[in-house]
C-alpha cells in the first residue's frame, strides 16, 4: 500500500499547482453553503487503482469531504460502473476534482495495463512482467504502486537499490569485465550484479565476468533463444545467470518471450506512454 505521507506530500503540490489563485469559476457561481453528492464512473473496462489518492484529494481540500470507495484496488470494473462516491460542499468537490481523477486516471490506466501484459502470458508460465525506471518524475510511488496493483512486478526502485550495468556504464569503465569487477568490489555481497547486452558477443563478456543477471536489449526473438539457450548452459548456478528482455517490448511477444525461457520482462511502456483510463466525475444533485 502507499504510505499516507508519500499520498499527501504528492497530492498537496498538485493542489497548490490548481489552487494557487482560487478557483474563480466554483466561487463566483457556487452558494458557499451548497452541499453536493456525485459518483465517479467507468467509460471502458478497467481496473481500479488510486481510490485512496483519489479519496486524500477531496479530504486535502476539505476534511469534511466523504469519498466512498465503491471498488477495490484491483478489482476490474465494467463500463458504466461506479468506482467511487463523494459528497461534500459543491466548491470543495469542484476545487479537488481535476486533480483527483487526474491521479486516479494514470493509476488505473497503468494498473490495467499492468494486468494486459501479465494476462498475455501462457498459461502456467512463470515469468515476471516487471515495470522500468522510465517513470513520471514525481509519481514513481503512484506509478509502481499501480504496476503492482494491476499484478505485475516493479524492478529496482532507484539508482542506489541495485547495480545495473547498461551500454554507458561499460563504456565509461572500460568494458564489461572491468565493470563487473569493480562493482563485486563495491557493491554489498546481499546485491546481484545486472548487466544489459545486446548481442552474443556482449553475452559471453558478461558471462564470463560472472554476472548474476543479463538483460538482453532490443534483442528479436531468435535472439533471445540462442541467448537463453546459452545461459542455461552456463549452469552457475544450476540454471546459468536470471534472464531478463527489455527494450521493444510488446503485448504480442509476451507469450514468445515466455515460451523462450525468459525470467523476468521488463516493460517501459507501462510507465511511460500507456494512455489514462476514462473516467468522469459527475455530480447528481444537492445534498
Not at 462516491?85 to 466548491?91: L, S, T, Y
Not at 494476462?119 to 514525481?138: H, L, N
Not at 499484478?151 to 532507484?158: K, V
Not at 565493470?179 to 563478456?205: D, F, G, K, Q, S
Amino acid at each position: 500500500m502507499l504510505q499516507r505521507r508519500i499520498i499527501d506530500n504528492v497530492v498537496s503540490r498538485a493542489l497548490e499547482e490548481d489552487l494557487a489563485s482560487g478557483d474563480l469559476t466554483s466561487e463566483a457561481c457556487v452558494p458557499a453553503e451548497a452541499v453536493a453528492h456525485g459518483e465517479a464512473l467507468a467509460r471502458h473496462e478497467m481496473v481500479a487503482c488510486g481510490g485512496e489518492v483519489f479519496r486524500r484529494a477531496f479530504q486535502l481540500v476539505d476534511p469534511e469531504c466523504e469519498v466512498f470507495l465503491v471498488k477495490a484496488e484491483g478489482e476490474v470494473v465494467a463500463p458504466g460502473e461506479v468506482l467511487w462516491r463523494v459528497r461534500g460542499k459543491a466548491r470543495s468537490l469542484l476545487m479537488a476534482e481535476r486533480v483527483a481523477l487526474n491521479f486516479a486516471q494514470r493509476m488505473t490506466g497503468i494498473a490495467t495495463a499492468a494486468r494486459r501484459y501479465v494476462a498475455a502470458r501462457p498459461a502456467g508460465a512463470t515469468t515476471r512482467i516487471a515495470d522500468t525506471r522510465k517513470t513520471t518524475p514525481g509519481l514513481r510511488a503512484f506509478e509502481r504502486y499501480a504496476v503492482r496493483t494491476g499484478g505485475a512486478h516493479n524492478h529496482r526502485d532507484d539508482l542506489g537499490s541495485a547495480v545495473m550495468i547498461k551500454d554507458n556504464h561499460i563504456v565509461a569503465a572500460g568494458g564489461i569485465g572491468k565493470a563487473v569487477a569493480r562493482a563485486r568490489e563495491r557493491a554489498p555481497h546481499t546485491c546481484r550484479i545486472e548487466v544489459e547486452v545486446t548481442n552474443m558477443a556482449e553475452l559471453e563478456e558478461a558471462l564470463a565476468a560472472g554476472a548474476d543477471i543479463v538483460m538482453l536489449d532490443n534483442m528479436d526473438d531468435a535472439e533471445v533463444r540462442a541467448a537463453v539457450s546459452r545461459c542455461r548452459a552456463e549452469g552457475h548456478p544450476p540454471r546459468g545467470p536470471i534472464v531478463e528482455a527489455s527494450g521493444g517490448i510488446t503485448l504480442a511477444r509476451i507469450a514468445t518471450l515466455c515460451d523462450a525461457g525468459i525470467d523476468v520482462i521488463s516493460v517501459g511502456a507501462l510507465t511511460h506512454s500507456t494512455p489514462a483510463a476514462d473516467i468522469s466525475l459527475e455530480l447528481l444533485g444537492l445534498g
